[in-house]
C-alpha cells in the first residue's frame, strides 16, 4: 500500500487532485494523508517580497474565518474519504503548515498531488506560480499535477529527451504506479533535427520491459513548442510523465517551458520527478 498526501490551501479546496487520488485508489489501495495548509492571503506575508523563493516562509496566524475555511475543508475531505472507503490521516498544524513543512511531508510519501489551478492562486493566477515551483523544485517525492476538470488517465505519455532527469521519472513512474503500466502508452521522444537522441535504443527497451502496449513518436524541438502540447491535447486521457527542471542549460530550458505550457493548459495531470 502506497502514502499519497495530497496538498490543499484552505481556501481552494481541488476536487480534481481528490478524483485523480479516488482514481490511484481504485486500481490498488493508498492511504491517503490530506495536508492542509493556511488560508491566509500570500500577501500578507511578511519577507516573501524581499527574500524570494530561497528564504523562509513567514506566515501570519490564522484569524476565525481562514480557522473556518480550513475547518470546512477538513471536514469535507474527510466526508468523501469515509464515503468512498479510503483509509486516510489529516495532518495541519493548530496555526498554520508552511510550504516548508508540506515539503518535509514529501520525504515521508511515495506521491504528492496538487491541483495544477487552485494552488495558492491568491499567490499568482498563472501556474505554475512560485510555490508551485518552489514545491516541484523542492518535494522528496514524485508530484502529480492535476487540472480541476479533465478525464481520468486511460493512457499514458512518457517525455524523453536524452537527459537523466527523463529517464529518473520514467522510472520512478513505473515504481511508483506500476498499476497503470498496462495501459496505452505512448514514449514521445524529443530532440534537436540534427542531432541524434542519446541512448534512444536503451530507453526503448527499458520503457519496454515496464509497459505493456508501447509505441514511440518522436519529435524536432526545433520546431514550435506549443505542437507538443497541442498533440498532448488532443490525446484525451493522457497522463505525462515528465522530468523535473532543477538544473540550468539549453536541455532544461526546453523541459521546463514544456512542462510550464503543459501545466498552464490545464488540460492532462502531470507526473513529475526529479533525484
Known sequence: MKKVIIAFDGKHFSQGALNIAEYLNEQEPILLTGIFLSAVDYRDVIGVGAVGLGGPVFMPVLDKEDETIVKESIEHFEEVCKHKGFEYRVHKD?????????????????????SGENFYVNVGEKQPNDY??????????????????YELPNNIILTYDGSEDAVYAI?????????????????????????????????????ARHFNNLTLQR????????????????????????????????????????????????KVPVFVAHK
Open 171 to 207: 522510472k520512478q513512474f513505473t515504481y511508483v504506479l506500476p498499476e497503470l503500466c498496462s495501459l496505452e502508452t505512448t514514449l514521445f521522444f524529443a530532440s534537436h533535427k540534427e542531432d541524434d537522441l542519446p541512448e534512444c535504443d536503451r530507453m526503448s527497451e527499458l520503457a
Open 132 to 149: 508551485m515551483q518552489r514545491v516541484l523544485h523542492k518535494s522528496e517525492c514524485p508530484v502529480i499535477v492535476v487540472p480541476e476538470n
Open 219 to 266: 519529435m524536432d524541438i526545433i520546431k514550435p513548442g506549443k505542437l507538443l502540447n497541442e498533440w498532448i491535447a488532443e490525446k484525451r486521457g493522457a497522463m505525462v510523465v515528465t522530468g523535473s527542471f532543477a538544473r540550468s542549460g539549453l536541455s532544461e530550458s526546453i523541459r521546463k517551458s514544456f512542462i510550464y505550457e503543459t501545466i498552464a493548459d490545464h
Open 94 to 114: 493548530n496555526e498554520l503548515f508552511a510550504l516548508e513543512e508540506l515539503v518535509n511531508e514529501t520525504r515521508f510519501a511515495d506521491l504528492l498531488i496538487i
